[in-house]
């Protein structure tokens, strides 16, 4: 991937990085290590928070914001159905992990691998569509007034989500990337966030994705 030139960019190479890396965990899980599989259901979980809170974020915000710079209305109403179905893909995808992490049988790995591959299908689609129809509108725009009134609106509304999001975005993040956030979010701001607020995930989730 090149390096992103928007927030946006960088919260999808964190979907697109998690769900590959799912993806080489349930692979590995073997029949009846259930306690494996809930490491991986929490994790999952985790992402699935974070997409969602981005997701509705910009069918509140976002879209509105690009309508009144006059971005086609079917084209953002195909954006909002793209987020329905990944919606119900992530919820699909919870319900098989949850079941792997009950159950543990060769049926129920085979069953979240399947609903994740669907998973990871749906989201990839609509990740690649809105970043060709409308980063570059959002590139264009990252300066404006507008825009980062837009921005203040999408942020978490308390310090310990705040800090949960930037240490989950940074997991693992290249130094280019590393290196455009701090020209978007100051970096002592990112480091207190995620080292004082987003402990939860440090203890939580980063850890099952290094077992």
């Known amino acids: 991937m090149t390096a992103p030139t928007t927030i946006n960019a960088l919260i999808h190479h964190a979907v697109r990085r998690d769900l590959d890396r799912l993806a080489t965990a349930l692979d590995q899980v073997r029949e009846g290590d259930t306690a494996r599989a809930a490491e991986l259901e929490r994790a999952f979980a985790n992402l699935r928070r974070e997409l969602t809170h981005h997701h509705e974020g910009e069918d509140t915000y976002v879209w509105p914001f690009l309508t009144g710079l006059g971005v086609d209305?079917?084209?953002?109403?195909?954006?909002?159905?793209?987020?329905?179905?990944?919606?119900?893909a992530l919820a699909e995808t919870g319900d098989a992990l949850g079941a792997l992490a009950r159950g543990g049988s060769a049926a129920d790995g085979d069953a979240a691998r399947a609903s994740l591959a669907r998973t990871r299908g749906v989201v990839a689609a609509h990740l690649d569509h809105e970043e060709a129809a409308l980063e570059p509108l959002l590139r264009d725009q990252e300066k404006t007034p507008k825009w980062k009134a837009v921005t203040k609106k999408l942020r978490h509304s308390s310090p310990g989500d705040a800090g949960s999001f930037f240490a989950w975005l940074t997991d693992g993040m290249s130094e280019e990337n590393r290196a455009y956030l701090k020209t978007v979010v100051p970096a002592p701001v990112v480091v207190v966030l995620a080292k004082t607020f987003g402990r939860r995930y440090y203890r939580d989730v980063a850890p099952v994705w290094r077992s």
């Open 73 to 88: 209305a079917g084209l953002l109403a195909t954006m909002e159905s793209e987020h329905a179905a990944m919606s119900a």
